[in-house]
């Protein structure tokens, strides 16, 4: 009778010692972290248009971050097989915080310093500002499932709030490991349930960004999407292939030819179920007891994450050629600023955003590639000039046990491909000492000019007021005449056309400052005299344009119903790009933080637009 892999301690063949430091580091592992991350930085190109939706279409490439919880859980597992005594668990507490805490706070830092709204939707006062700040601070956002916190300022640090609540859950979870793996594995789906249950409830709305009047409402995004406790079962899986892998990799020996085609077999089959996961969502979708929150439970990972599991039971065994190819020194590079990689991307995509506008006439492939070469060479100078040496010295706060300190002496062990060579000369980008970090900052500085030099020359505003625009700001409403947003479009004036009691159409008219792509969204809110929103409407700017050159003018007309005016005291106009990037009026009666414009409706405009129906 054989004996189950995962709990059998009879093996031919004694397995290799993981309790010992200085076991090998799996290189194959760390490079495609890299190839995770790219997959997510494609993801998010797309969404700004950098890249067509038909070129990545219908591969969920969003769901690498899946990988990424897999991942953890299988080396946390392979590095840390036990944690017995209280010395081991808070030195590993504290390596895994300088593991992670430097370069989110660089990045956060980096955002704040460069973007023009970093906290990601408007704010009504400081404390808006400070407390979703000092939540990304402690890395915590992602256990509130409010809008205000999961998203706020970087996006892509949720996940990096999900993965310290792993390492947070890491002792408890290894305790006794390979004796109640087979209890913690199934109770980690049932916690995955219960979160998708709680999702699917009637009551929380789907929202996944800011929603004025939604920021403090629980929503089923902050509960499945990003919630710990309902992404706790992928990484308990990676845990679970760890010790697979433990209980396996010794007694099993397929070669290089067979090692190679299992590699291929498991990359094909994730790409496969990538490609096929958007219609076998669909399809689950109409099961009620999955629900809205089971379908994106398993569209963010649930249903890739065993298939990440094998990818990486395959690639740690590191017998073939792909799993060699891997293992070479410029692959390992790029893994192991990869995780730089993954929290500067959306820092800069949010720069971008900003500025696209002025962009529109530069082939997308161009701003492809400066955007790449900023992001991988900044990515480099973060892991070498912060969070390398930064996580060495917090290690250094919490003397080591006996068993792990021994492993310093073989650091240089950590640059050895499996076959044993030293990789000396890659050992200047492995290994940056202070001329290789300063060439660095160097080269990032002059991409920085280079980029922000051709920017000044694209943003250079004009202005001719033509008669049309002159006679449209006559008739407008005086409070909104002539304001200019960002520089970028100047408000001739609003108006307003009574419908009787079919309600009022707001009447906007625009001229350009300068060329620009019409990609904003105009958001038009009925503000009451408290200065509550009692209903809001976005539209797309003038969807019949697609740019707009200097001078050009256009009007933009939004009907409001009776019904939506009742208490109405004034309009407030905004226009933004998604939820990241707000244009601010430079002028004129402004609220949430001077991201939106204020125009009162007069007595006798809301009086008509809100009398009785006089028809039969």
């Known amino acids: 009778m054989l004996a189950h892999p995962l709990t059998s301690s009879q093996h031919p063949v004694r397995p290799p010692d993981l309790t010992r430091p200085a076991a090998r580091r799996l290189h194959a592992l760390t490079a495609l972290r890299f190839v995770a991350a790219a997959a997510i930085v494609v993801t998010h190109t797309a969404d700004l248009h950098l890249l067509p939706r038909s070129a990545i279409s219908p591969f969920l490439l969003f769901q690498a971050v899946s990988f990424f919880f897999v991942l953890s859980g299988f080396i946390l597992a392979y590095v840390y097989p036990a944690l017995d005594t209280w010395n081991a668990r808070g030195h590993f507490l504290l390596a895994r915080f300088a593991r992670i805490w430097p370069a989110h706070i660089i990045a956060l830092l980096l955002l704040i310093l460069i973007n023009h709204n970093p906290l990601g939707y408007p704010a009504h006062s400081a404390g808006d500002w400070l407390r979703p700040l000092g939540v990304n601070l402690l890395m915590l956002q992602s256990w509130l499932p409010y809008p205000w916190v999961y998203f706020a300022y970087n996006p892509a640090a949720w996940s990096i709030s999900t993965e310290f609540a792993f390492y947070l859950m890491f002792p408890l979870l290894i305790h006794r490991w390979s004796r109640t793996w087979w209890w913690k594995l199934p109770l980690a789906a049932a916690l995955a349930v219960l979160m998708i249950a709680l999702g699917n409830r009637p009551d929380v709305p789907a929202s996944a960004a800011p929603v004025p009047g939604q920021l403090h409402q629980t929503t089923m995004v902050g509960l499945v999407y990003s919630h710990p406790v309902a992404r706790l079962f992928e990484f308990v899986l990676g845990m679970t292939v760890a010790l697979l892998w433990r209980r396996t990799t010794a007694a099993l020996h397929l070669g290089r030819i067979a090692g190679t085609l299992l590699e291929l077999a498991a990359c094909i089959l994730v790409v496969a179920n990538m490609y096929y996961a958007a219609g076998f969502i669909h399809w689950a979708r109409g099961f009620a007891w999955i629900g809205p929150g089971g379908a994106q439970w398993l569209e963010q990972g649930g249903s890739v994450c065993f298939a990440f599991a094998a990818l990486i039971y395959v690639m740690a065994r590191e017998e073939g050629w792909i799993s060699r190819a891997l293992s070479a ?171 009787g009691d079919d309600g009022l159409d707001v009447i906007v008219t625009w001229q350009a400052l300068q060329p620009a792509m019409l990609a904003f969204t105009e958001s038009l809110a009925v503000v009451g005299a408290d200065g509550r929103t009692l209903a809001r409407i976005d539209q797309p700017q003038d969807p019949d344009q697609g740019t707009v050159s200097t001078g050009e003018m256009w009007t933009d007309v939004i009907h409001l119903k009776a019904e939506q005016l009742t208490g109405a005291a004034a309009i407030g106009l905004s226009l933004h790009v998604g939820d990241q990037m707000t244009l601010m009026p430079d002028a004129g009666t402004r609220d949430l933080s001077g991201a939106r414009l204020r125009v009162p409706l007069p007595p006798d405009v809301l009086s008509t637009a809100t009398a009785p129906s006089s028809r039969p």
């Open 329 to 499: 020194p410029p692959a390992v590079l790029l893994g192991e600023i990869s995780f730089s990689v993954y929290l500067l991307q959306q820092v800069l995509l949010m720069w971008y955003g900003y500025h696209s506008p002025y962009l529109y006439a530069v082939a997308p492939w161009k701003i492809l590639l400066i955007f790449w070469s900023v992001l991988l060479v900044a990515a480099f100078l973060v892991w070498a000039a912060a969070e390398r040496p930064l996580r060495r010295s917090i290690v250094r706060l919490w003397p080591a046990p006996p068993e792990r300190s021994a492993s310093r002496s073989g650091a240089r062990q950590a640059l050895e491909v499996p076959g044993g060579r030293t990789r000396s000369r890659w050992d200047l980008l492995l290994n940056p000492g202070p001329r290789v970090t300063l060439a660095a900052a160097l080269l990032i500085a002059l991409l920085a000019g280079f980029v922000l030099a051709e920017l000044r020359t694209l943003e250079q505003p004009h202005i001719s007021f033509t008669p049309e625009f002159l006679a449209a700001r006559d008739q407008a409403v005086p409070e909104s005449r002539g304001i200019r947003f960002d520089g970028r479009f100047v408000l001739a004036g609003v108006r307003y056309h009574n419908q």
